[in-house]
């Protein structure tokens, strides 16, 4: 069994990203309402 | 379909299924056939993974689901990133050391062989129906608005996918994705364009935009905690997260495709690439069907957009009650049309007042129009029962066929054809790679050459091709098959996404307690589904949290009863 969990960078990337697109979704639909 | 969409619809299809078979020819061994050599890039794997989510249904039911209710449902999708760097961070490193073919095999190493088998069961009962499915749907929709034969259809779509999915085994797959999703994303593009392009002179984007959110189809994000609303930012954090995990981490028709991986980097790469692009990928089908509702608020659409459930209706008693839905529907477009360009200039003029007044009468215009369809579909139930009275699969489709130009519709069907095949082909190839694997090559005694064992899996990707195909032929015989084969998945998912989660995070649990723990869990949920204990969708938490309850309980006895070890 794995014992250790290895974080790599774009891991945060897609955490990032997708938190960015929630806000752009936010945006969108308070500026369209 | 003129001449034109059938030259680029065949053409667009064998040009697939014939590069898929040439490419890939001449697979060697198992380990060629069933994980394409280790050979593939992060960018394939991504693509590939993606084109196996993204089955016919998604670009059918999709942008119909923004046209009726909006944008909500990319909310489901929130969990699946936080899913994916889990499965990146705990499945894939396991799954390559161990350098395993199924994801069940990697449940013989960490527990026992009938855990394995039982896995590997339930994931042939499950998966071998819901191919069938994936070929059904879109051919019921083809064949209601074309009037081309289902069952033909059905023949069709499974016999091109077990051309190259037997011949070329998951490097054909993995080839033919690839394409697929560039005819897919190509398509969804032009259309795109195109409805924009079709809305009037005055109607740019951003104006299309406003008008949708007046209308309350851009309500993206919804932050109520209550559980009965469907699609909620939370639900999809928590339960699509949980789902995502579950169907990324343990299905092999998604494993299969990043064990494919050249590296463990090359598979985890391909699993970002997912999380990355799938959300803009929903959001933008999404988007489409909302551009879909723009464009059908300055032209005429019909009360339901199923062809089938309107004739069946007219051919009924219930016909006149009908039409004066109609008229009714038909009066309201041509106020909502006025409304509209009242609500448009009154955004050009920066009128705060008429603007939100135009709003008001939009809004008000649509709960008519919303109570309209609403009779006309309870109207179309009393004509026939079995008739589908929900049309938004019907939406896109409708627009495609009387709104695209000729080549553009062939392209827009080849679109949903290979979104059918693709998902289609994982599935195909992942039956067959477990029934060879993990059951025969597992249980059946003797030595065999690599040669029989390539045989076998190419037999049994052809022989589930085949009970796909029936499965498609015979599912009309049922009322909602497709809610049918989501319960079936519900029961069983959560069960074995149990079982891994105590794989990899319970490492006392041993396989007797596990194997024990799972029989007993999915007795439990199908009495547990059967007396409707609670909405299926939810048996996926139950089974998992029970199945893993169950067996740290059972390890826990075991251990007690057999006494605490004493030291010297």
Redesign the interface.
Known sequence: ??DK????K??T???I??TV??LV??Y??T??? | MGTLDWIILAGTLLFIVGYGVWKTRGSKDVDDYVLGGNQAKWWTIGLSVMATQASAITFLSTPGQAFHDGMGF?QFY?GL??A??II???FV??YH?LKVYTAYEFLEN?FDLKTRTLAAILFLIQRGLSAGITIFAPSIILSAVLGWDLRTLNIIIGALVIIYTVSGGTKAVSVTQKQQMFIIMTGMFVAFFFILGYLPADITFTKA??I???SEK????DFDLNTTSRYTFWSGITGGMFLALAYFGTDQSQVQRYLTGKTVRES??GL?FN??FK??MQ?FILLVGVMVFVFYQYNPSPLNFNPAATSAVMESSYAEDYEILEQGHEELQTEKKMAQDKFSAALELREYATTIEAKQRIISINEKEKGNREAARTLISKADSSVETNDKDYVFIHFILNYLPKGLVGLLLAVILSAAMSSTASELNALGTISALDLYKRNKKGEFTPSHYLKASRGFTLLWGIIAIVVACFASLFDNLIQLVNIIGSIFYGNVLGIFLLA?FF?FVRGNSVFVAAIITQFIVIFGWYFNWMSYLWLNAFGCFLVILLACLFEGFDRMLKGPHIRA
């Open positions: 069994m794995e969990y290895i974080w790599k774009e891991y990337l897609v955490l990203l997708n697109y929630i979704f936010y969108i639909m500026a369209n309402a | 990319v929130f990133p936080i994916m760097v990146c961070l705990v490193p396991l050391r960490r935009l406003k949708a959110g007046a851009l309500n993206i994000l985890q790469l970002i999380g990355i959300i803009p959001f990899f490492k």
